[in-house]
Protein backbone atom coordinates (compact mmCIF):
# COMPACT_ATOMS: atom_id res chain seq x y z
CA UNK A 1 0.00 0.00 0.00
CA UNK A 2 3.39 2.18 0.85
CA UNK A 3 4.51 1.81 -2.14
CA UNK A 4 1.22 2.70 -4.17
CA UNK A 5 0.59 5.88 -2.41
CA UNK A 6 4.23 6.84 -3.04
CA UNK A 7 4.09 5.68 -6.66
CA UNK A 8 2.81 7.77 -9.67
CA UNK A 9 -0.05 6.14 -9.70
CA UNK A 10 -3.81 7.21 -9.04
CA UNK A 11 -4.86 4.53 -6.02
CA UNK A 12 -8.10 3.47 -5.76
CA UNK A 13 -10.44 4.65 -3.62
CA UNK A 14 -8.58 8.17 -2.81
CA UNK A 15 -11.05 9.96 -5.51
CA UNK A 16 -14.12 8.47 -3.51
CA UNK A 17 -12.79 10.06 -0.21
CA UNK A 18 -11.63 13.03 -1.32
CA UNK A 19 -15.57 13.27 -3.07
CA UNK A 20 -16.96 12.41 -0.15
CA UNK A 21 -14.68 15.62 1.99
CA UNK A 22 -15.03 14.23 5.53
CA UNK A 23 -14.17 16.09 8.51
CA UNK A 24 -13.35 12.64 10.57
CA UNK A 25 -12.50 9.49 8.44
CA UNK A 26 -12.67 5.97 9.89
CA UNK A 27 -10.59 3.34 7.88
CA UNK A 28 -10.89 -0.38 8.32
CA UNK A 29 -8.54 -2.73 6.57
CA UNK A 30 -5.58 -0.63 6.64
CA UNK A 31 -1.86 -2.01 7.41
CA UNK A 32 -0.18 -0.46 10.25
CA UNK A 33 3.44 0.14 10.46
CA UNK A 34 5.15 1.08 13.89
CA UNK A 35 5.93 5.15 12.56
CA UNK A 36 2.33 5.40 10.58
CA UNK A 37 4.56 5.92 7.53
CA UNK A 38 1.58 4.69 5.47
CA UNK A 39 -1.19 6.76 7.35
CA UNK A 40 0.65 9.45 6.70
CA UNK A 41 1.70 8.79 2.97
CA UNK A 42 -2.38 8.73 2.90
CA UNK A 43 -2.87 12.05 4.69
CA UNK A 44 -0.27 13.44 1.77
CA UNK A 45 -2.25 11.91 -0.78
CA UNK A 46 -5.74 13.75 0.32
CA UNK A 47 -3.66 16.97 1.03
CA UNK A 48 -2.72 17.17 -2.27
CA UNK A 49 -6.08 16.73 -3.59
CA UNK A 50 -7.42 19.94 -1.20
CA UNK A 51 -8.79 17.09 1.56
CA UNK A 52 -6.24 18.30 4.59
CA UNK A 53 -7.32 15.55 7.34
CA UNK A 54 -4.17 16.69 9.45
CA UNK A 55 -5.01 14.44 13.10
CA UNK A 56 -4.47 10.99 13.40
CA UNK A 57 -4.84 8.21 15.64
CA UNK A 58 -3.56 4.42 14.96
CA UNK A 59 -2.94 1.95 17.65
CA UNK A 60 -1.33 -1.69 16.89
CA UNK A 61 -4.19 -3.89 16.12
CA UNK A 62 -4.65 -7.93 17.38
CA UNK A 63 -4.47 -8.87 13.62
CA UNK A 64 -2.01 -10.98 13.06
CA UNK A 65 -0.76 -10.91 16.68
CA UNK A 66 0.80 -13.91 17.87
CA UNK A 67 -1.39 -16.11 20.46
CA UNK A 68 1.16 -18.80 20.73
CA UNK A 69 -1.13 -21.51 19.77
CA UNK A 70 -2.34 -24.21 17.29
CA UNK A 71 -5.90 -22.62 17.07
CA UNK A 72 -7.02 -23.98 13.57
CA UNK A 73 -5.43 -27.54 14.60
CA UNK A 74 -3.45 -27.81 11.64
CA UNK A 75 -0.59 -28.53 14.00
CA UNK A 76 1.47 -25.96 13.37
CA UNK A 77 1.98 -22.53 15.81
CA UNK A 78 2.11 -19.10 13.74
CA UNK A 79 -0.27 -19.20 11.21
CA UNK A 80 -2.41 -16.57 10.61
CA UNK A 81 -6.08 -17.99 11.70
CA UNK A 82 -3.69 -19.04 15.07
CA UNK A 83 -3.49 -14.94 15.67
CA UNK A 84 -5.69 -12.75 17.89
CA UNK A 85 -7.21 -11.61 14.08
CA UNK A 86 -6.69 -13.39 11.31
CA UNK A 87 -3.33 -12.15 9.67
CA UNK A 88 -0.04 -12.98 8.00
CA UNK A 89 1.95 -10.41 9.25
CA UNK A 90 1.93 -8.36 13.03
CA UNK A 91 -0.78 -5.10 12.09
CA UNK A 92 -2.38 -6.72 8.53
CA UNK A 93 -5.65 -4.83 8.49
CA UNK A 94 -5.71 -2.65 10.73
CA UNK A 95 -8.10 0.52 11.40
CA UNK A 96 -6.85 4.23 11.64
CA UNK A 97 -8.86 7.55 12.38
CA UNK A 98 -8.04 10.82 10.49
CA UNK A 99 -9.64 14.11 11.43
CA UNK A 100 -9.65 18.01 11.05
CA UNK A 101 -10.36 18.31 14.34
CA UNK A 102 -7.79 16.91 17.44
CA UNK A 103 -8.76 13.15 18.40
CA UNK A 104 -7.96 11.69 21.76
CA UNK A 105 -8.40 8.21 22.65
CA UNK A 106 -11.27 7.82 25.75
CA UNK A 107 -11.07 3.84 25.85
CA UNK A 108 -9.37 0.80 24.13
CA UNK A 109 -10.85 -2.77 24.40
CA UNK A 110 -9.14 -4.65 22.27
CA UNK A 111 -7.58 -6.28 24.58
CA UNK A 112 -10.52 -8.06 26.36
CA UNK A 113 -10.48 -11.60 26.64
CA UNK A 114 -13.78 -13.59 24.47
CA UNK A 115 -14.15 -15.91 27.41
CA UNK A 116 -14.55 -12.80 29.82
CA UNK A 117 -16.80 -10.72 27.90
CA UNK A 118 -20.27 -10.18 29.75
CA UNK A 119 -22.79 -12.90 27.72
CA UNK A 120 -20.06 -14.53 25.95
CA UNK A 121 -21.18 -17.42 23.00
CA UNK A 122 -17.17 -18.43 23.38
CA UNK A 123 -17.53 -22.34 23.49
CA UNK A 124 -16.53 -24.20 26.29
CA UNK A 125 -14.39 -26.20 24.86
CA UNK A 126 -12.70 -23.40 22.71
CA UNK A 127 -8.98 -23.84 21.65
CA UNK A 128 -7.81 -20.33 22.66
CA UNK A 129 -10.57 -19.63 25.95
CA UNK A 130 -8.07 -18.54 28.24
CA UNK A 131 -6.28 -16.06 25.64
CA UNK A 132 -8.38 -15.29 22.72
CA UNK A 133 -9.27 -11.60 22.85
CA UNK A 134 -13.04 -10.81 21.68
CA UNK A 135 -11.81 -8.05 18.63
CA UNK A 136 -10.01 -9.15 16.05
CA UNK A 137 -9.28 -5.87 14.84
CA UNK A 138 -9.55 -3.07 17.47
CA UNK A 139 -12.18 -1.63 19.34
CA UNK A 140 -11.43 1.79 20.14
CA UNK A 141 -13.64 4.65 21.54
CA UNK A 142 -11.63 7.84 19.94
CA UNK A 143 -12.65 11.33 21.05
CA UNK A 144 -13.00 14.24 18.84
CA UNK A 145 -13.07 17.60 19.77
CA UNK A 146 -14.50 19.99 18.14
CA UNK A 147 -13.85 23.91 19.65
CA UNK A 148 -15.19 23.73 22.52
CA UNK A 149 -17.82 20.04 22.07
CA UNK A 150 -16.88 16.59 21.40
CA UNK A 151 -17.59 13.69 20.01
CA UNK A 152 -16.66 10.14 20.72
CA UNK A 153 -16.06 7.31 18.01
CA UNK A 154 -16.94 3.99 19.09
CA UNK A 155 -15.10 1.98 16.42
CA UNK A 156 -14.92 -1.74 15.20
CA UNK A 157 -14.06 -3.80 12.46
CA UNK A 158 -15.00 -7.81 13.43
CA UNK A 159 -14.39 -10.55 12.10
CA UNK A 160 -16.39 -12.29 8.91
CA UNK A 161 -18.83 -15.01 10.46
CA UNK A 162 -17.64 -17.34 7.64
CA UNK A 163 -14.46 -19.22 7.07
CA UNK A 164 -15.34 -21.78 9.52
CA UNK A 165 -16.89 -24.86 10.27
CA UNK A 166 -19.89 -26.11 11.93
CA UNK A 167 -19.02 -25.17 15.47
CA UNK A 168 -19.54 -21.31 13.63
CA UNK A 169 -16.70 -19.83 15.70
CA UNK A 170 -16.15 -17.06 13.32
CA UNK A 171 -19.54 -16.18 13.68
CA UNK A 172 -20.32 -16.47 17.55
CA UNK A 173 -17.27 -14.27 17.88
CA UNK A 174 -18.75 -12.00 15.38
CA UNK A 175 -21.73 -11.84 17.45
CA UNK A 176 -20.36 -10.44 20.51
CA UNK A 177 -17.51 -8.48 18.63
CA UNK A 178 -20.96 -6.00 17.22
CA UNK A 179 -22.03 -6.42 20.21
CA UNK A 180 -19.13 -5.39 22.58
CA UNK A 181 -19.66 -1.56 22.35
CA UNK A 182 -23.44 -2.25 23.57
CA UNK A 183 -21.98 -4.14 27.06
CA UNK A 184 -19.46 -1.08 27.53
CA UNK A 185 -22.33 1.32 26.70
CA UNK A 186 -24.55 -0.47 29.91
CA UNK A 187 -21.56 -1.04 32.12
CA UNK A 188 -19.51 1.98 32.13
CA UNK A 189 -21.77 4.92 31.19
CA UNK A 190 -19.41 7.69 32.84
CA UNK A 191 -16.83 6.76 30.01
CA UNK A 192 -19.46 8.37 27.06
CA UNK A 193 -20.71 11.70 28.45
CA UNK A 194 -19.99 12.83 24.92
CA UNK A 195 -22.32 12.42 21.95
CA UNK A 196 -20.90 8.92 20.47
CA UNK A 197 -21.12 7.74 17.21
CA UNK A 198 -20.94 3.77 16.49
CA UNK A 199 -18.62 3.31 13.53
CA UNK A 200 -17.38 0.86 11.39
CA UNK A 201 -17.46 -2.66 9.87
CA UNK A 202 -19.85 -5.30 11.41
CA UNK A 203 -19.34 -7.73 8.43
CA UNK A 204 -22.77 -8.47 9.32
CA UNK A 205 -26.14 -8.28 7.50
CA UNK A 206 -29.32 -7.43 10.19
CA UNK A 207 -31.46 -10.00 7.60
CA UNK A 208 -29.16 -11.39 4.54
CA UNK A 209 -26.36 -13.75 4.45
CA UNK A 210 -24.69 -15.97 7.13
CA UNK A 211 -23.84 -14.65 10.75
CA UNK A 212 -26.22 -14.07 14.08
CA UNK A 213 -28.38 -11.57 12.71
CA UNK A 214 -29.77 -10.62 15.96
CA UNK A 215 -26.04 -9.01 16.71
CA UNK A 216 -26.80 -6.69 14.35
CA UNK A 217 -30.56 -5.52 14.97
CA UNK A 218 -29.48 -5.23 18.98
CA UNK A 219 -27.22 -2.78 17.65
CA UNK A 220 -29.68 -1.01 15.16
CA UNK A 221 -32.15 -1.25 18.13
CA UNK A 222 -30.19 0.64 20.73
CA UNK A 223 -31.86 3.05 23.30
CA UNK A 224 -28.93 5.54 22.49
CA UNK A 225 -28.43 5.07 18.57
CA UNK A 226 -30.10 6.24 15.14
CA UNK A 227 -29.78 4.97 12.04
CA UNK A 228 -29.97 7.38 8.85
CA UNK A 229 -29.48 4.75 6.16
CA UNK A 230 -32.37 1.65 7.14
CA UNK A 231 -31.65 -1.07 4.95
CA UNK A 232 -28.74 0.57 2.38
CA UNK A 233 -26.27 -2.06 0.77
CA UNK A 234 -22.62 -0.87 1.69
CA UNK A 235 -20.90 -3.94 -0.37
CA UNK A 236 -21.87 -6.02 -2.71
CA UNK A 237 -20.24 -9.22 -3.25
CA UNK A 238 -19.56 -11.30 -6.21
CA UNK A 239 -21.02 -14.49 -5.27
CA UNK A 240 -24.15 -13.89 -2.95
CA UNK A 241 -24.89 -10.07 -3.89
CA UNK A 242 -25.48 -7.17 -2.32
CA UNK A 243 -25.43 -6.63 1.72
CA UNK A 244 -25.48 -3.98 4.69
CA UNK A 245 -21.97 -4.68 6.65
CA UNK A 246 -20.97 -1.04 7.39
CA UNK A 247 -22.62 1.23 9.86
CA UNK A 248 -22.32 4.81 10.89
CA UNK A 249 -24.76 5.44 13.78
CA UNK A 250 -24.98 8.91 15.56
CA UNK A 251 -25.96 9.39 19.07
CA UNK A 252 -29.69 10.32 18.89
CA UNK A 253 -28.57 13.38 20.55
CA UNK A 254 -27.27 14.39 17.35
CA UNK A 255 -29.08 16.17 14.51
CA UNK A 256 -28.23 14.01 11.26
CA UNK A 257 -28.23 16.48 8.56
CA UNK A 258 -28.11 13.91 5.87
CA UNK A 259 -26.66 10.62 4.95
CA UNK A 260 -25.21 8.29 2.21
CA UNK A 261 -23.74 5.34 0.71
CA UNK A 262 -21.45 6.53 -1.96
CA UNK A 263 -21.28 4.49 -5.27
CA UNK A 264 -18.80 1.75 -5.67
CA UNK A 265 -15.34 2.85 -7.28
CA UNK A 266 -13.75 0.93 -10.26
CA UNK A 267 -10.78 -1.37 -8.82
CA UNK A 268 -11.65 -0.03 -5.12
CA UNK A 269 -12.84 -3.25 -3.95
CA UNK A 270 -16.84 -4.19 -3.14
CA UNK A 271 -16.82 -2.24 -0.40
CA UNK A 272 -18.49 1.63 -0.20
CA UNK A 273 -17.96 4.12 1.22
CA UNK A 274 -20.49 5.29 3.89
CA UNK A 275 -21.01 8.75 5.38
CA UNK A 276 -23.45 10.68 7.86
CA UNK A 277 -23.22 14.72 8.59
CA UNK A 278 -24.32 15.58 12.15
CA UNK A 279 -24.79 18.99 13.85
CA UNK A 280 -23.42 19.33 17.46
CA UNK A 281 -25.79 20.75 19.48
Excluded: C
Excluded at 65 to 83: E, K, N, V, W, Y
Excluded at 141 to 146: D, G, H, I, L, R
Excluded at 171 to 197: C, I
Excluded at 251 to 267: I, S, Y
Amino acid sequence: MLRELVGDEPVAGIETIVQAQPDILHLTNIDFDAGLVTLKALQMQLADRGLSLDHSFARKPNTGMSTGLDIDGDGRRGGPRDAQGFGYFSGQGGQAVLSRFPLELTADKSDVTWSDLSHSLIAPDDPAGKVQRVSSSAHWAVTVKVNERAVTLLTLAATPPVFDGPEDRNGRRNHDEVLLWTYSLAQEPGLYKAPVVLIGNFNLDPIRGEGIHAAAKQVLSHPRLQDPLPDLPTVEWERVGEMRVSYVLPDKVLDVVDAKVMPLEPTAGPHRLVWVDVTLN
